[in-house]
């Protein structure tokens, strides 16, 4: 794994190793804003309360007890590609390698929040976490904060959000949240909150550090700016192999392998460019379509006879028709970063 942080452990998946469907748990990228809390899973409680009929608290044993889902998701960070971005962008500077794809298994959130009853006015379901600290971005709250989110109702009551306690048929190891971690597949991965000890139902639209200070954008409200919290994943592939600046055997028949994920909708083809974007042709989709999780894809390129530079690049469409745009759009400053990158590999 790459080192981004050690402390709070910040570590990116090299993407050029990207193999199987489901990424190892080992394997699986981390991103955490404070340090990692220790949790005890005997003495773990998970309240849920707030603007609610009956609150409760659920030991792990009890969360444990509940009818469970297995739910296939990838998790990619939002400022995943960041050191792409020019001029250069403050904050983690991830490659490729801040996403993966897993298997998670717990109780759905909509179980929970049935049980609780939820008062009528309630618009969002807020997720703590057990992690507290202070941001390092600014402006910088007064105090301490701890890593909260809210998903909006309507996401919070589908089927596939999670409150999760296993990743790949384990349990959740302690970087990856354990003993409890939210799973909010299709969006990016802030909405996962780790160590979550805490939902609440609200009334209001909650407005947190880090869904406005940070993981927000700049949205157009009739010309009026206006901040939004990110949420859902944008359409985007990435070519794992061959990497930046490789070398790459002339007049053979190279593989060039990556992976391709949306948000919402269905991905529904990938297309392979060898000359800088002048002429695409399209990949072959490896995995089936299956929501929320990543399909990875291959193309076979013939490689030129003559030894020089060329640039490779990846191009998602959705079933809808929308295509990966080839330019970072600057309204969404250092996050949602899903532009084609372009691969510069020397034939020789
Ligand atoms: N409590 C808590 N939850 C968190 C975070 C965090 O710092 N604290 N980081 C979020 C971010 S930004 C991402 S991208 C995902 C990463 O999950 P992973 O570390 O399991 O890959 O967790 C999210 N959940
Ligand atoms: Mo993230």
Redo the contacts with the bound molecule.
């Keep these: 794994m790459i080192i981004r942080e050690r402390e709070?452990l910040?570590?990116e998946f090299p993407f050029d190793q990207l193999d199987g469907f489901i990424t190892p748990t080992d394997l699986?990228?981390?991103?955490?804003?404070?340090p990692?809390?220790e949790l005890n899973s005997t003495s773990y409680e998970l309240r849920v309360e707030g603007a609610v009929e009956r609150p409760f608290s659920l030991s792990l044993d009890e969360l444990r007890a509940m009818p469970h889902e297995t739910v296939t998701a990838t998790?990619?960070?939002?400022?995943?590609s960041r050191v792409f971005l020019v001029p250069q962008e403050q904050g983690a500077q991830w490659e490729l390698g801040?996403v993966?794809n897993a298997e998670w298994t717990g109780v759905r959130l909509s179980t929970l929040l049935a049980r609780v009853g939820l008062k009528p006015n309630v618009c969002e379901i807020v997720?703590?976490?057990?992690?507290r600290g202070e941001p390092k971005e600014k402006p910088k709250p007064p105090q301490a904060i701890?890593?909260?989110?809210s998903v909006p109702l309507p996401k919070a009551l589908q089927p596939e959000v999670l409150v999760a306690y296993r990743?790949n048929e384990q349990e959740?190891s302690r970087?990856?949240?354990f003993p409890v971690?939210?799973i909010v597949p299709g969006h990016?991965?802030?909405?996962?909150?780790?160590?979550?000890t805490r939902i609440e139902a609200v009334e209001t639209p909650f407005s947190g550090y880090?869904q406005t200070s940070e993981?927000a954008y700049w949205d157009d409200m009739n010309c009026n700016p206006v901040r939004r919290p990110l949420s859902e994943m944008m359409l985007k592939s990435a070519i794992a192999r061959p990497s930046m600046y490789e070398l790459v055997p002339q007049n053979q028949t190279y593989s060039i392998f990556g992976a391709a994920w949306c948000g919402s909708g269905n991905l529904k083809a990938v297309e392979v460019s060898t000359d800088s974007g002048e002429t695409w042709s399209s990949a072959e989709l490896i995995d089936p379509v299956q929501p929320f999780a990543w399909r990875r894809w291959r193309h076979q390129w013939k490689t030129p006879s003559r030894p020089g530079r060329h640039i490779l690049l990846s191009r998602a469409w959705d079933e809808k028709g929308n295509g990966q745009p080839l330019q970072h759009n600057p309204r969404h400053g250092s996050y949602l970063i899903h532009h084609a990158v372009p691969i510069h590999v020397f034939v020789e």
Excluded at 146 to 149: A, C, M
Excluded at 188 to 196: F, I, N, R
């Design positions: 709070p910040n570590l699986f990228y981390i991103r955490s804003h404070f990692a809390p998790l990619e960070c939002a400022g995943n801040a993966g997720l703590e976490g057990a992690d701890s890593f909260s989110r990743m959740l970087d990856h949240g971690r939210a990016y991965g802030m909405a996962s909150v780790k160590w979550l880090w993981y």
